[in-house]
């Protein structure tokens, strides 16, 4: 999933008044940065803590379950809400998330400034959380398994590239076809919600990550009907 580097002028859908101002801003990508080491720095912990890590900070459903694999007792504890955006199953898995991440993240946080950039990857990030504590709880699935990894907040950033970007040409690495960000983002997201429905992909929390596309297209609707913004200016 690259992004095709065109002129700007055709590509940023943030009318002038709503945050966005006009050119706008070339991406330090500081935030993003600074996301990327933290989550690689957890990794070499989990590698270093064996499992310790996940029977604590991972999400786990409510109630309290005995894990024979961890030699533990879990259950869901608040500060998993976040936590668990900082753990991965592998080095794939971290390796994918902190790539879109690093894609996508550089351009949003360009155009919302660092405040409102970290706002949004955060809450994201927790209500991708809700989500998939809410289908865990309604749905249930016998044995109680653990919710990893930073999707949900790399979920609701790439919503936000859709939104701010809608133009912008995004070319999928397999199979390489090119296409709108907001058709991109909108496929994608039908997606997540088809296979989470069907269960088409064991193992991967596609409530979660559709989960973080709401809440992140929640805070942008705020942010662009709010009074706090002055005209061209992002109050951050």
Do not use: C, K
């Not at 608040?78 to 790539?99: E, I, R, S």
């Not at 894609?103 to 994201?124: C, S």
């Amino acid at each position: 999933m690259l992004p095709d580097e065109r002129a700007w002028s055709r590509e940023v859908d943030w009318e002038p008044g709503d945050g966005g101002g006009w050119p706008p801003r070339r991406a330090t990508g500081a935030v993003t940065t600074r996301l990327v080491v933290l989550n690689v720095a957890v990794f070499v912990m989990e590698i270093g803590s064996g499992d310790a890590l996940l029977a604590r900070f991972a999400l786990w459903p409510p109630g309290r379950f005995f894990v024979p694999e961890l030699h533990a007792i879990v259950g869901f504890q608040w500060w998993q809400l976040v936590t668990y955006a900082f753990l991965h199953a592998g080095f794939a898995h971290l390796f994918l998330n902190m790539l879109a991440l690093r894609i996508f993240g550089r351009d949003v946080e360009g155009t919302l400034g660092a405040a409102r950039y970290l706002t949004l990857y955060f809450v994201a990030v927790l209500s991708a959380a809700v989500a998939q504590l809410l289908v865990v709880s309604t749905i249930g699935s016998g044995a109680p398994y653990p919710t990893i990894g930073a999707s949900g907040g790399v979920f609701g950033v790439l919503l936000a590239f859709g939104v701010l970007y809608p133009r912008r040409i995004v070319t999928l690495l397999f199979p390489p076809i090119p296409m709108p960000a907001w058709l991109f983002v909108t496929l994608y997201g039908a997606l997540e919600m088809v296979e989470g429905v069907l269960g088409t992909e064991a193992g991967v929390a596609h409530f979660a990550h559709v989960g973080g596309m709401v809440g992140a297209w929640l805070l942008l609707r705020r942010w662009r009907h709010t009074s706090r913004y002055r005209s061209g200016v992002l109050d951050v």
